[in-house]
């Protein structure tokens, strides 16, 4: 295998959450992944805050977003995403986790503070202050795993 083979689904994965895992045969995981990933953004009412956020209407991506629904979505999205490169059949370095790992807790904590937090005074919403949040997860995530992988 190709390490192609690992960026190949880790962009499937971004795609939908399960996609990766088909492509890898693991098909009851990735129809689980699927359904898991519909059934949130469903819930959540995860497609008109995205609609409405691409239009700039963040009060109102706000008020339809149901909070305790989307707050499952970062672990499920970047779990996948590093189940999908770990499936993939390459073999992945120590701790290639972390990145992914750093990302789902930022991204939860992101969307916590998206009804409230304002960027250069503008509120950002459940859409793109959470996807802001992941550019600290990866950061952090890829240092603590430079330092861990000196130590081993």
């Known amino acids: 295998m190709r390490k192609e083979k690992v960026i190949e689904n880790i962009l499937w994965s971004i ?68 189940d999908a490169c770990r499936d993939s059949g390459v073999k992945v370095p120590l701790f290639t986790y972390l990145p992914f790992v750093f ?14 937090v304002k960027v250069f005074g503008k509120l950002l919403g459940p859409v793109w202050l959470p996807m802001l949040f992941v550019i600290p997860g990866v950061t952090i995530g890829f240092v603590l795993k430079k330092i861990l992988s000196n130590f081993t």
């Open 103 to 116: 990302s789902a807790y930022f991204v939860t904590v992101g969307l916590i503070l998206s009804p409230e």
């Open 15 to 82: 795609a939908l959450p399960g996609f990766a895992q088909l492509l890898n045969k693991r098909y009851l995981k990735g129809f689980f992944f699927i359904g898991l990933e519909f059934l949130i953004n469903i819930q959540a009412n995860f497609n008109e805050a995205i609609f409405l956020s691409f239009y700039g209407r963040i009060q109102e991506a706000i008020e339809v977003t149901n909070f305790q629904w989307l707050m499952f979505y970062p672990c499920l999205y970047f779990f996948a995403m590093w």
